[in-house]
């Protein structure tokens, strides 16, 4: 996807930039919090983190962004999909937001979650959004406060989605094309992906590249323009090649978009669907 913005919000915000800041009429900070849940036969699962935004603290000024609903679409069949616009529009007017705002979003683990509201709100036309790099867990390590309970809610916003833009998503049958050689594009994993991995449920699509999101990330969680470079030279990418991402649900792949904008890729799409949809469809399992 090729953006054009006359915004002067980067695209990644630091702690600093944001507690300067934090008085601004015009800023709205969103959390994008979800928990981790580590179940007992070992499998990893996800849920909305809203209890601990109003118990565990948050950003003050914050206010709770609902990847699971308000920026999913919660019935389709594939976690995570990109709402429709007319729930996005909903949402986003009981979050207050307004087409002046400067929207900041954060996550309190790797950043990927805060990157796919800042996916989702960029391709439907607002240019105004950033993540702030390293999260929550940045933000007090650097001694900035806590807020606890349940915010008042906002005023009804005005800002208006536009239609998605285009090639931000690619289909399933797009990325059959570029399987087939019948689209030139370059397929990239946002997964650890190994030889030995024995889940065939995270085995790639055939002839995907792997850029790791998570190794991007410096050893205190936050993305490493350095990293990002060395990876994308190691692949010999080009800034005007037309690069398709995904991982398991989308989340890690919208973190590599964060950080491939960074190094000046604007031509970038993400498989909406990634591994759970083409694995369901396909039946496919590479090696």
Known sequence: MTYTTNSDLPLLVSVDWLMSRLESPDLVILDARVVRQVETDG???YQPGEACFQHGGHIPGARFADLFNGFSAPSARFAFT???ITQLGITARKLGLHPHNQIVIYDALTGAWAARIWWILRVYGHQNVAVLNGGLTEWQKQGGSLEYGIPAD???GSWIPTPIAPRSFTSFPEVID???GR????LICALTITNSNSDAHCAPIPGSYNLPYRGLLDDAGKLDPAAIRRETERLNLKKDDDIVL????GINAAGLALGLELEGFRHIAIFDGSLEEWHARTGL???
């Open 43 to 45: 499998s990893v699962t």
């Open 82 to 84: 990109c709402p429709g």
């Open 154 to 156: 906002p005023k009804t």
């Open 178 to 180: 570029i399987v087939q």
């Open 183 to 186: 689209r030139p594009a370059h």
């Open 246 to 249: 995904y991982c398991g649900g």
């Open 285 to 287: 399992h590479s090696t």
